[in-house]
């Protein structure tokens, strides 16, 4: 912990939490084009736009799953398992991109903007007036870090597969399927390689807005939770300012709750700082004077509000999602297993550079159902927390007065909030192992089905 004059701090100004990530959703016409210009004129251009760049890439993606399946049925009966693996891999990944595409813009387009909307217009920035504070920025930086991180990540090992042919200057495909013609004749060669190149631009922009949203959003959340663990532990000093203390009175309330203080670990994201006493009483002089149960129950009562507000946007997150994650746990269950597969049953010349590509799917496959994962066990936590928080306030000096309202939000806040996929796994760390486990015995036994083939 540091600490530091509240005074000297550069102002938070709110802002839209979601540039970034609604950028990529964007490039994955996921989320529609900046509409709302005054000029009709630019207005109607920009919404041709949006629609004319969405059925071009659905044109992209359904015609690329569509060679695969075609794949699939002509090559059945050859028996080369490898290639028959690498298009059903091909398959999955495209379909999935197609669902998320139009699960996003048009079959939960409201419930994601209204989640977008909630959250950038009642966020707090920070916790409430007392002996510390903490503010959204250290949620904010963990939150463009990761995404940014993870975005690029997934741009880089889906195009990556677009370097390739390339190096290997034989005019192949980045993704081998079945053509009905002759792609290899000139300019045709070049058209079907642009689609294909697409193709992969908007798997990466799809596999990174459908679970990067997420990660961004329990970012967010954990933040959220950040501010009311430190209004919490502070309430009673907050309500000592609104009552208008003495500086006597503080100095000792102060003392009582320097131990709490010094705990570590205390926020998910969030540095607390410490507000000088020059600020208290500056504070403190712009305070009506009330008792104290009054005073404690007005702190109180915005605590509620905030926390309200968490549990809100959690329950709109539960049902944006849940019923993808369900699905999604499967996805990655077998493209883990098949992609492991192919990588160890390549043995072609190309098979380094093959290898190194299918390498970088599983790793992504990995971030991926980590993230999902891991974040929605950090609001878990999270959520658990708030009355520990509570008792980390000087308690114990008013509880005859003040026991009622201790023990009624001590009771509400024992039930802690649980992000599901399908509302039958529950998502945290050991769904991740569990599933890790899942794909991997998957593995074993299609190694045997090979070995007998």
């Known amino acids: 912990m540091t600490s530091t004059d509240i005074s000297k701090e550069e102002p938070i100004e709110r802002r839209d939490l979601f540039t970034f990530i609604v950028s990529v959703m964007r490039m994955a016409a996921m989320y529609t084009l900046r509409t709302e210009y005054q000029n009709s004129y630019m207005h109607l251009l920009t919404t041709v736009l949006s629609r004319s760049y969405e059925i071009f890439t659905y044109f992209v993606c359904v015609h690329i799953e569509i060679l695969f399946m075609c794949s699939l049925y002509i090559y059945y009966d050859e028996g080369d398992l490898e290639f028959l693996v690498n298009c059903l891999i091909q398959t999955i990944i495209y379909m999935w991109t197609i669902t998320m595409k139009l699960y996003f813009r048009r079959f939960r387009y409201n419930m994601l903007n209204d989640i977008i909307s909630t959250v950038n217009d009642k966020h707090q920035l920070r916790s409430a007036h007392g002996f ?94 950040d501010l009311l663990m430190c209004s919490l532990k502070n309430i009673l000093a907050t309500s000592y300012l609104k ?125 991926e159902l980590f993230i999902i994962c891991y974040f929605a066990d950090v609001v878990y936590q999270n959520s658990q927390r708030c009355g520990e928080a509570l008792w980390r306030s000087p308690w114990q000096l008013h509880m005859r007065q003040l026991r009622s309202d201790y023990i009624i939000f001590l009771i509400n806040s024992r039930r802690p909030f649980r992000l599901t996929a399908g509302k039958i796994y529950n998502l945290n760390v050991d769904r991740f192992r569990s599933t890790i486990t899942t794909a991997f015995s998957f593995l074993t036994l299609l190694q045997k089905m090979d070995a007998r083939g």
């Open 243 to 367: 009552m208008g203390a003495t500086m006597q009175e503080l100095s000792e309330l102060q003392e009582a709750q320097s131990v709490s203080d010094a705990e570590v670990n205390q926020y998910s994201y969030s540095v607390e700082m410490q507000t000088s006493m020059t600020e208290l009483k500056h504070q403190k002089s712009l305070s009506n004077a009330m008792d104290l149960p009054t005073a404690f129950r007005h702190s109180l009562t915005r605590c509620l509000e905030h926390h309200r507000y968490i549990i809100s946007v959690l329950e709109k997150m539960e049902r944006f999602y849940n019923p993808i994650w369900l699905f999604k746990i499967g996805e990655v269950t077998f493209l883990m297993c098949l992609v492991a597969f192919v990588s160890t049953k390549s043995t072609t010349a190309n098979s380094i550079m093959r290898m190194v590509s299918l390498g970088q799917y599983l790793l992504l496959v990995l971030y």
């Open 132 to 225: 510390t504070y903490v503010t959204v920025r250290g949620a904010l930086r963990q939150s463009n870090l990761w995404i940014k991180s993870y975005v690029y990540c997934c741009f880089i090992g889906t195009i990556f597969w677009l370097v390739l042919p390339i190096a290997y200057r034989d005019r192949s495909l980045p993704l081998g399927c079945w053509y009905p013609f002759d792609y290899k004749q000139p300019l045709v060669y070049e058209l079907v390689f642009f689609l294909q190149a697409v193709g992969q631009i908007q798997v990466a922009a799809a596999f990174a807005s459908s679970s990067g949203f997420h990660m961004v959003l329990g970012i967010l959340i954990s933040g959220q939770y």
